[in-house]
């Protein structure tokens, strides 16, 4: 089992509409959790980070942590086609940082 | 502004050369971190080093070295390159406590071993 896990995609919506992205992860002992945005052929670039069960809002977007069921989610409101994107999914876990391979996100207008 | 550059962005090599791509930041942060970026995978942690002279494997560190002389530089070696390290690599740095450290990441070196 992978210590983070993502749907690769492509995840697909319509311009407007509310974008999901989900991660898993294998150890109850994580402690902190990244969302990074990555454009074809670019570098990684932080969207959010959440530290505490529960959600976090800024502007559009929305992450969801739930430690006990070991999962964090990052919530696209208002999707627009700029957002289209690979999303990748980051956890610390003993000051050891390890990234999901990502989920590609299309925004169609 | 404060930044972070990797040089080359991109390096044609051949088989058994030892090839070394450099990582230079101006925020003065303590933490720096290679990485590998290979479809399929995502991002896999090579070194990384919490300050000056200290440096530790990551997950996929052999054929890799990395040494830390100065806050500003983290360059990576390859020892002996193999086709297998054809990859992405990206630099990052962060500072603070590590548990929680946001990181930076600069432009990249795309690497062809041939």
């Known amino acids: 089992q992978k210590e983070v896990e993502q749907n690769s995609g492509p995840l697909s919506v319509p311009e407007g509409a509310i974008a999901s992205l989900n991660c898993t992860y294998s150890?109850?002992?994580?402690?902190?959790f990244f969302w990074y945005r990555q454009y074809s052929g670019k570098s990684p670039e932080l969207i959010m980070f959440?530290?505490?069960?529960g959600d976090k809002e800024d502007g559009r977007f929305t992450a969801q942590l739930n430690k006990a069921s070991q999962y964090v989610s990052l919530l696209i409101r208002d999707s627009q086609p700029s957002d289209s994107a690979t999303y990748l999914c980051a956890v610390i876990t003993n000051n050891d940082m390890r990234f999901g391979a990502g989920t590609r996100l299309t925004v169609k207008p | 502004d404060a930044e972070i550059t990797q040089s080359p962005r991109h390096k044609i090599t051949e088989t058994g050369r030892q090839v070394t791509l450099a990582c230079h930041q101006t925020w003065n942060h303590n933490n720096m971190f290679w990485y590998r970026q290979d479809l399929g995978h995502g991002l896999r942690l090579i070194h990384y080093s919490y300050g000056v002279q200290d440096t530790n494997k990551g997950e996929v560190s052999d054929g890799y070295s990395v040494s830390r002389s100065n806050t500003e530089d983290l360059p990576l070696t390859l020892e002996s390159a193999a086709s297998s390290q054809t990859s992405v690599y990206f630099c990052?740095?962060?500072?603070?406590?590590?548990?929680?450290?946001?990181?930076?990441f600069g432009a990249g070196t795309r690497l062809s071993v041939l």
């Open positions: 990052a740095s962060s500072d603070g406590i590590v548990a929680k450290n946001i990181q930076y």
């Open positions: 959440i530290y505490s069960n």
């Open positions: 150890d109850r002992g994580s402690q902190s």
